[in-house]
């Protein structure tokens, strides 16, 4: 899923070529994001389109020979001045007078020749890993001289050749893209880049490698010297594609209304493996060109000034919200003149305004994370791992929403729980860190799924290996790490090969709650018989609360425990069934039965959790915690590949003694019937939870303020 979808889209045709274009945001003035080399589209610049867009016009099209755009044959048909005129025949479709335009690697031969040759409709340039003629090539580039003729090897820089793209196209794209995303821990962005680069072919690229192009370094500058608009030129200084001094050699042509920014440590993409200082660096240039209306700015001594906190509470799953309130009132208690702002997403928004909580305005303008994990669900069925990699440009653009937020205004403390968007993102870009900060989670360390093979088992590893190095390079980003729960719940694995022991490298690293976050006090429910009165559960009734949590993930295991219904009824006559379809599920979707109590969203289901017999429910963390603290029966169904149920929940429910554990696969209703009458209304002796958790953790909070 995309973080943000154009809001018009089509095709522009010259010469019996379609080109395919999209127009995102209605912001003054236009960005128009060149192609560049057909070996990949203009999804390459996913981690700035919906930044920029919130800001700006944003104009992308594909250039001919990848992704929508058509695919001419023949190297004329890639001339540099073919993607020139698509270009301009694009901002004459989207009605675009004038843009600022953006070129990455070949891209830059576009841009270069935009501006000089149409010096009208070029406001500003910029130039990012530019592949133009201005300097020399690295040294271990030299065999691509070689192109057309057959070496007879396919490895290293010897894969740049025609022969070999015809025997093993993929294996030059993972060669040549490992080489473009040479930071360590660059797997999304490289896997991504095959992706792109396998919807096109080794014949096609082949035309593109004979096309046309600026032709030497005289040219360049020749160009460069007609250029009158402002320009920016951003190169890695570990660029192994074009090396760093074509950049640098490019600002000098271009002069002295050129910035050059030379990225410490990035390659050849920094759009997409450091896309927070492009991002950044882009807007900057952008209002130099354009500058902005003044915005109205008011500024409060510092002891003048509010107490405040903005708290950032995960969307997946509705379990964080109720923690996070939970938090939030033992915080203000402490200090009861704090202001909490939430930047939050449905379903945590829905609790948050049912409490009066105050949910900042840009919340309206983050990408759905939810919807995400919807669309990478099947049938009882949620790779986490794996949508969480997906979801990249989503925590990406949440980042940005949250950047600007706290540019603009003045916090003194940050809260995530579970954003992995600031977290990541802080120790990416330390420098941005601008308040205290706290992480919270309730699991720590990616683990492969069984039948993910060697290459899952890797990339967990990796993502771990990532986080290890962050917090031992910036211990000062999270000023409080708090992990919800004890010690006791952490997994008995380690974060991969070589990599430590998660257990022993989570208590040298953070803090503990002690126990779990249910929002509530168990005690309060001691009178049950009163509870179900109050909630119309009548006394001889066997209650079944059957709940999926706030996504719309488990349909599937709701609509499977409606079949067993009737089944379930005959065992237990005096059953009473009540499916919570929750906020993403449509109750009118699932099939019903006489006597089955289908609801939709219900506020407070913590106290109808309480008040049953026994509950269904998915592996979720908060609602078999809810179930644990209160002492009832449940039967809970990890969803398949879904790391952190059936390891880190799993781990923890055995810990407490909690819950009968049911395999998907294997309950049919007729199981799943027989399963409610063997649990329904059992005495259990779990673990106690501790309440005074949110407190414990309210406290460490506290000193930060």
């Known amino acids: 899923m995309r973080a943000r979808y154009s809001d018009r889209d089509g095709y522009v045709e010259r010469d019996g070529v379609k080109i395919f274009y999209e127009v995102f945001g209605d912001g003054e003035p236009t960005i128009l994001l060149l192609p560049t080399w057909s070996i990949v589209h203009s999804r390459h610049?996913?981690?700035?389109?919906?930044?920029?867009?919130?800001?700006y016009r944003v104009v992308t099209f594909d250039g001919r020979g990848n992704g929508r755009?058509?695919?001419?044959?023949?190297?004329?048909?890639?001339?540099?001045?073919?993607?020139?005129?698509?270009a301009v025949a694009v901002m004459d479709a989207t009605e675009t007078e004038r843009a600022v335009v953006a070129g990455l690697s070949m891209g830059s031969q576009r841009a270069l020749l935009l501006?000089?040759?149409?010096?009208?409709?070029?406001?500003?340039?910029?130039?990012?890993?530019?592949?133009?003629?201005?300097?020399?090539?690295?040294?271990?580039?030299?065999?691509?001289?070689?192109?057309?003729?057959?070496?007879?090897v396919d490895e290293s820089w010897a894969r740049y050749n025609?022969?070999?793209?015809?025997?093993?196209?993929?294996?030059?794209?993972?060669?040549?893209?490992?080489?473009?995303?040479?930071?360590?821990?660059?797997?999304?962005q490289i896997e991504d880049a095959v992706g792109w680069g396998l919807e096109t072919t080794a014949e096609t690229l082949i035309d593109t490698r004979h096309a046309d192009a600026i032709a030497d370094t005289a040219a360049c500058r020749a160009l460069c010297g007609r250029v009158t608009c402002p320009t920016l030129v951003v190169v890695g200084s570990e660029d192994a594609i074009q090396g760093v001094e074509r950049g640098v050699c490019l600002a000098e042509f271009l002069g002295p209304r050129s910035r050059l920014v030379v990225m410490e440590g990035s390659g050849h993409g920094p759009q997409a493996r450091d896309p927070v200082e492009v991002n950044l660096l882009?807007?900057?240039?952008?209002?130099?060109?354009?500058?902005?209306?003044?915005?109205?700015?008011?500024?409060?001594?510092?002891?003048?000034?509010?107490?405040?906190?903005?708290?950032?509470?995960?969307?997946?799953?509705?379990?964080?919200?109720?923690?996070?309130?939970?938090?939030?009132?033992?915080?203000?208690?402490?200090?009861?003149d704090l202001e909490i702002d939430w930047l939050a997403q449905p379903p945590v928004t829905r609790v948050l305004e049912e409490r009066g909580e105050r949910v900042h305005p840009a919340s309206a303008e983050l990408s759905s994370e939810v919807d995400h994990i919807d669309s990478e669900s099947a049938e009882h069925d949620l790779h986490c791992f794996s949508a969480w990699r997906r979801m990249d440009e989503i925590l990406l653009a949440n980042f940005m929403v949250f950047h600007d937020i706290?540019?603009?205004?003045?916090?003194?403390?940050?809260?995530?729980?579970?954003?992995?968007?600031?977290?990541?993102?802080?120790?990416?870009?330390?420098?941005?860190?601008?308040?205290?900060?706290?992480?919270?989670?309730?699991?720590?360390?990616?683990?492969?799924?069984?039948?993910?093979?060697?290459?899952?088992?890797?990339?967990?590893?990796?993502?771990?290996?990532?986080?290890?190095?962050?917090?031992?390079?910036?211990?000062?980003?999270?000023?409080?790490?708090?992990?919800?729960?004890?010690?006791?719940?952490?997994?008995?694995?380690?974060?991969?090969?070589?990599?430590?022991?998660?257990?022993?490298?989570?208590?040298?690293?953070?803090?503990?709650?002690?126990?779990?976050?249910?929002?509530?006090d168990p005690g309060a429910f001691a009178d049950r018989p009163a509870l179900r009165d109050e909630l119309g559960y009548g006394p001889d009734e066997k209650v079944c609360v059957v709940t999926v949590g706030g996504s719309g993930v488990g349909s599937h295991l709701l609509r499977r425990v409606i079949e067993a219904y009737p089944r379930a009824k005959e065992v237990v006559p005096a059953l009473r069934m009540v499916v919570v379809a929750g906020p993403r599920i449509d109750p009118a979707s699932l099939p019903s039965h006489e006597g089955l109590d289908v609801r939709a969203y219900v506020p407070e289901l913590y106290r109808h959790l309480a008040a049953c017999d026994?509950?269904?429910?998915?592996?979720?963390?908060?609602?078999?915690?809810?179930?644990?603290?209160?002492?009832?029966?449940?039967?809970?169904?990890?969803?398949?590949?879904?790391?952190?149920?059936?390891?880190?929940?799993?781990?923890?429910?055995?810990?407490?003694?909690?819950?009968?554990?049911?395999?998907?696969?294997?309950?049919?209703?007729?199981?799943?019937?027989?399963?409610?009458?063997?649990?329904?209304?059992?005495?259990?002796?779990?673990?106690?939870?501790?309440?005074?958790?949110?407190?414990?953790?309210?406290?460490?909070?506290?000193?930060?303020?």
């Open 115 to 152: 501006a000089a040759e149409h010096p009208d409709r070029v406001s500003g340039a910029v130039f990012i890993g530019p592949a133009l003629p201005t300097a020399d090539l690295p040294g271990e580039r030299a065999v691509v001289s070689l192109f057309d003729e057959d070496l007879g």
């Open 45 to 55: 610049w996913k981690m700035q389109v919906p930044y920029l867009a919130r800001h």
């Open 162 to 188: 025609r022969y070999s793209w015809l025997r093993d196209y993929r294996g030059f794209l993972e060669f040549f893209f490992g080489e473009m995303f040479n930071e360590p821990h660059s797997t999304k």
């Open 406 to 520: 706290v540019r603009g205004d003045e916090y003194d403390l940050w809260i995530g729980d579970e954003a992995w968007e600031l977290d990541y993102y802080l120790h990416e870009n330390p420098e941005r860190k601008r308040a205290a900060y706290v992480w919270m989670t309730d699991f720590v360390g990616w683990l492969p799924m069984p039948d993910g093979g060697e290459r899952e088992a890797f990339l967990t590893a990796d993502y771990n290996a990532e986080m290890i190095g962050h917090i031992a390079r910036y211990p000062r980003i999270r000023d409080r790490a708090i992990f919800v729960g004890a010690p006791d719940d952490i997994v008995p694995d380690s974060f991969g090969p070589g990599l430590p022991a998660i257990r022993e490298w989570t208590e040298a690293h953070y803090d503990f709650s002690g126990d779990y976050i249910t929002g509530f």
């Open 614 to 705: 026994l509950a269904v429910v998915q592996g979720g963390l908060t609602t078999c915690m809810e179930l644990t603290a209160n002492g009832r029966p449940f039967l809970y169904f990890a969803l398949r590949h879904h790391f952190e149920q059936n390891f880190h929940v799993r781990h923890r429910l055995q810990r407490y003694g909690a819950g009968r554990r049911m395999d998907y696969d294997a309950a049919t209703p007729d199981v799943i019937a027989q399963a409610i009458g063997e649990e329904v209304g059992r005495e259990v002796a779990y673990r106690a939870v501790d309440p005074d958790a949110a407190a414990r953790v309210a406290s460490r909070i506290a000193e930060l303020i």
């Open 69 to 86: 755009s058509d695919r001419p044959t023949g190297p004329d048909a890639y001339a540099e001045r073919e993607f020139v005129a698509d």
């Open 282 to 336: 882009m807007r900057e240039f952008i209002d130099a060109v354009h500058p902005p209306t003044p915005a109205p700015r008011r500024w409060a001594r510092g002891h003048s000034r509010r107490k405040r906190a903005i708290y950032i509470s995960s969307p997946i799953g509705l379990g964080h919200a109720r923690r996070d309130v939970a938090i939030a009132d033992e915080l203000r208690t402490l200090h009861p």
